[in-house]
């Protein structure tokens, strides 16, 4: 079975720094998708990123980037300049590319909890 | 375009009433899930469905029920609450291939007392 790990159960970053947030999977298949979420106070879910395992560069949105290492099993995010709104729960989730007529269920770590300084 | 709507957001049950958790997806998606977020934890699968009519257990589906009568709509049902089943819980939906994001709702913070 899949499993998802996030070592880092509280990360804090000062307004317009860096931070990098840290999630290893684990599966023994060679095709699936990996997906960053964001979980303000407010509850919602929001996607911030996916990656595709078959590609090889490193998926980016505006300031969110991510560090694929794929023979490693790591997923981390990647947050530059970061921002007073971007202070929430962050979740690292996979998925499996071919499931047919099966589950397709994300599989979620346990989450990091962000808070930004100002 | 509302996308997954979730009714009610709140509510608070006695221990062993009945009630039923409405979701509702504008998208014309086939799949459908609903999760549980305990916390401290990520969410996990109660049940899901791939299209109307088919609907099949996820990682913790006791004490829950579901149904699929349409693509739009996938109600979960609790029969008999338990303090067990104090969580937030969600729906999502998207399409069938794995790089399309899932759509959540807003969740419903259920409390059973």
């Known amino acids: 079975a899949q499993t998802v790990t996030q070592s880092q159960p509280e990360m804090s970053v000062q307004e317009a720094e860096t931070v990098t947030l840290s999630c290893t999977y684990d599966?023994?298949?060679?095709?699936?998708?990996l997906f960053w979420y964001k979980q303000p106070p407010s509850r919602q879910m929001i996607l911030v990123i996916r990656?595709?395992?078959?590609?090889?560069q490193n998926a980016t949105e505006n300031r969110f980037s991510v560090n694929f290492q794929k023979a490693a099993k790591s997923f981390s995010l990647k947050i530059s300049d970061s921002q007073l709104g971007d202070a929430a729960m962050y979740f690292c989730?996979?998925?499996?590319?071919?499931?047919?007529?099966?589950?397709?269920?994300?599989?979620f770590g346990k989450g990091t909890k962000l808070s930004v300084k100002p | 375009n509302a996308g997954v709507t979730q009714t009610p957001k709140f509510r608070i049950l006695k221990i062993g009433q009945s009630m039923t958790l409405q979701c509702t997806q504008d998208?014309?998606?086939?799949?459908m899930y609903w999760y549980r977020q305990d916390p401290g934890m990520g969410l996990k699968l109660i049940y899901y469905?791939?299209?109307?009519?088919?609907?099949d257990k996820g990682e913790v589906p006791n004490g829950y029920n579901v149904s699929r009568s349409t693509t739009e709509d996938f109600p979960l049902r609790l029969e008999l609450a338990a303090p067990s089943q104090t969580s937030v819980y969600f729906c999502?939906?998207?399409?069938?291939?794995?790089?399309?994001?899932?759509?959540f709702g807003d969740g419903t913070r259920l409390s059973i007392l």
């Open positions: 998208m014309n998606h086939n799949y």
């Open positions: 999502a939906s998207s399409y069938s291939r794995g790089n399309q994001p899932q759509h």
């Open positions: 599966t023994s298949e060679s095709d699936y998708y």
């Open positions: 990656q595709e395992a078959y590609k090889q």
């Open positions: 469905s791939v299209g109307a009519g088919i609907t």
């Open positions: 989730a996979y998925r499996r590319a071919n499931y047919g007529g099966s589950q397709g269920n994300l599989i």
